[in-house]
């Protein structure tokens, strides 16, 4: 089972930027779809962004596109989350999501099967 530890998340104001990192326990991990999703308060979890282990298949939601970044770096497990320009309906907690597999455009239909526990992101006007 793959592990997956987020950080990076925090309070910042609009307009600022943050880095979200996830580290992956599994040496699979270079083979894996990655994805990032978000979840405000009393909504449901929402995909973001996904990047596949060809680091050409990335998809983004297009309320982020031209404001986030993914990006993956094999060596480390990791994949990175870069947000700019960032608006209090950022605001959520982010989850990273790893998959053995990639379905779809920029591997956006991926359905994934390990969660890390969440990093909060919140925006303040």
């Known amino acids: 089972q793959v592990q997956l530890v987020e950080s990076g998340g925090g309070l910042v104001q609009a307009g600022g930027s943050l880095r979200l990192s996830c580290v992956a326990s599994d040496r699979t991990f270079s083979i894996a779809t990655m994805g990032w999703f978000h979840q405000a308060l009393g909504k449901e979890r929402v995909l973001v962004a996904t990047?596949?282990?060809?680091?050409?298949?990335?998809y983004y939601t297009d309320s982020v596109k031209g404001r986030f970044t993914i990006s993956r770096d094999n060596a480390k497990k990791t994949v990175y989350l870069q947000m700019t320009s960032l608006k209090p309906e950022d605001t959520a907690v982010y989850y990273c999501?790893?998959?053995?597999?990639?379905?779809?455009?920029?591997?956006?239909?991926?359905?994934?099967?390990?969660w890390g526990q969440g990093t909060q992101v919140t925006v303040s006007s």
């Open positions: 990047i596949g282990w060809n680091v050409g298949d990335r």
């Open positions: 999501a790893a998959a053995q597999y990639c379905s779809g455009y920029g591997c956006r239909d991926t359905i994934y099967d390990e």
